[in-house]
Every structure is written in C-alpha cells, then in structure tokens.
C-alpha cells in the first residue's frame, strides 16, 4: 500500500540491515529510479547516471572498500550514483544538447551555453575536476534524495552512504574517472529489524519566517 508523502518521511530511516529473502519487484524498482531520472537538475543537465547492482559477487566485492557495512550485500539493489563528469563541461558539447533538446534557434542555444559556461567560470565549478565533481554530486543528491523518498512511499527501505573508498570503488566498477565518479551508493531492500525512533531538531529551531 503507497504511503503519502509525509507517511513516508516518517517511514524512511537509515537502515542498517536488509531482509536479503525479500527481493524488490521490476515494477517497483523501476518506479524508484524513474522518480531520480524526472529529478531536477542544475540547467536541466543531468549530469548523472545510476548504476543498479543486484549481483552477488559485485556487491562482495564492494563491501570491504565500503566500511564493510552489511547495507551493501544484504540489500535487494544497491543503486551506485555517479557524476557524470566529462559531460557537464561545456567543451564536451553535451551541454549544448541538454539545451537543444527545446528545440531552440541555434542563437538561443548558444546564449545558453554561454551562460551556464560563465555561471560555472565565475563560481570556480571549472577550476579543476575536483570542484567540479563537487557540484556535479550536489545536483545527484537531487536525485539521490528522491529515490528515497519514491522508495519509502512503496514501503521499501533506504540507506543513503558516504562511507566509502572512492577510489577504491570506481577501481572495482572499472570506472574512467575522466567520465564518471562516485557521488553516493543507495541501498534498497526491506528492513529485516523495527524502525528506530526518527529524532529531529524542533520545528521551531529549523524554521525561521521572514515578514
């Protein structure tokens, strides 16, 4: 039964252990990562992709260099978020397709382009692939988030992860960190233990209205 959007909020938390006898459905899971493909993006670039590992001996192979949480062998799916590095840089032309998808006249296009190439220039995001991998894994927590949230609606569990090598992880994904590095891993499975008790800073402390 799908839960409304605040049913889930306080249904989501970050599970430490999945049921690994319970699998998510096709169906479902194609829900999840279809809600982190309609994401927003910075420019509408979408400078991400998701890698969905559902193999044993993979999943085995990540666990050491990933704190040797259980999350990571005992989840039904585990979704690998990459940033998309090589084509968030103006000079790949990538960008220009993003924007031509509008089917814009070709000056349109090109004032976009030049837009976003000077918004990223004057922000220091193009100094260097470091800080722009950094901006890069801001827009895939976009994404990241919502394919929590859209699991938690479904009744399926979560647990977002940094604790990882990353280095030691792209290596095992056989990734070219000239075109893809690791942002997040996202667990997906079924809890196999209660929830723990969701704490929270006050409303009041987190919220301040300006009139």
């Not at 827009?139 to 990353?166: H, R, W």
């Amino acid at each position: 039964m799908e839960k409304t959007f605040l049913e889930a909020m306080n249904f989501r938390h970050a599970c430490k252990a999945f049921d690994e006898t319970k699998k998510i459905s096709d169906e479902d899971i194609r829900y999840i990562l279809e809600v982190g493909r309609k994401s927003p993006s910075s420019f509408g670039q979408e400078g991400w992709k998701f890698l969905v590992i559902t193999n044993e001996e993979l999943k085995a192979k990540l666990r050491p260099h990933c704190w040797n949480q259980v999350q990571i062998t005992s989840c039904s799916h585990l979704v690998v978020i990459l940033v998309a590095l090589d084509n968030l840089k103006p000079g790949s032309k990538v960008p220009a397709k993003r924007f031509s998808r509008r089917e814009l006249p070709q000056e349109k296009i090109d004032a976009y382009v030049d837009l976003y190439e000077n918004h990223l220039k004057i922000n220091g995001v193009l100094d260097n692939d470091k800080t722009l991998y950094a901006w890069g894994a801001r827009q895939t927590y976009l994404a990241f988030a919502n394919m929590m949230t859209a699991a938690a609606v479904k009744g399926i569990d979560s647990c977002p992860i940094e604790g990882f090598d990353k280095s030691e992880v792209e290596k095992v994904l056989a990734l070219d960190a000239k075109e893809y590095q690791v942002s997040a891993l996202l667990p997906l499975g079924y809890r196999i233990n209660p929830q723990s008790t969701q704490m929270r800073l006050p409303f009041e402390e987190v919220v301040e209205f300006i009139k």
